[in-house]
């Protein structure tokens, strides 16, 4: 059977309502007309005939966030330390490279409706149906459906989100990059914001992300095409851009099936 490689990144474009405002990339396309005039900055002699067709050459410029499109939070986005407070957490990259290739696994729970706060029971039930056992250094895939909304405000408030509980029961197997196709590995955070108006419990709060002060690991978001992907038999690459004493990186984030 040929190798197949499945793309789980998305796209980052100019002006998609898919963060809030603060963070929506922007975008500034340079073409080859353009590029021509930018060309006389290095060959100040050139003119439209030296060109191929009088065009130069085409790029861009962007504006946006570590955390723009398919990335990798490092344990530095949540706290300044990890593993209890006897380290500094690490930066994107300091993050071991061997966290980044690994075996995948995919937890279906896009059967549960929005704002649903996945338990460390449901994580034990979810692998139970596809009869399998975590190892150290799998990485850990959660297909909520809220991809389905990427590109739409909507995208924000969609998926069920991992618990304090969840996140750090699959720590302790040994796992230590997850990933979900959700805006946040967390419940969506306007949910949030709402019910500890409600309830004044500082422990829901960003729980998910907090759970790394306790024991350091890596996440995805933003991810796609999870659907595509069988429970296990695939194994992840997500490598993520090297940017000096960063929260996150961005990554091209694929499975590979053999």
Known sequence: ???????????????????????????????????????????????????????????????LSTHSGTHLDAPWHYHPTMDGGDRRALTIDEVPLEWCFGSGVKLDFSHKPDGCLVTAADMKEALDKINYKLKPLDVVLVYTGASKAWGTPEYLVKGCGMGREATLWLLEQGVRVTGTDAWSWDRPLALIADEFKQTRDPSIIWEGHFAGIEKGYCHMEKLANLDQLPPTGFTVCCFPVKIKAASAGWVRAVAILD
């Open 1 to 63: 059977m040929p190798r197949r490689i499945i793309d789980l990144s998305v796209s980052i474009e100019n002006d998609l309502p898919s963060d809030p405002p603060m963070m929506i990339p922007k975008i500034q396309y340079i073409d080859h007309a353009l590029g021509r005039e930018s060309m006389r900055l290095f060959f100040p002699e050139i003119t439209e005939k030296d060109l191929p067709q009088g065009l130069g050459w085409a790029m861009e410029m962007l504006e």
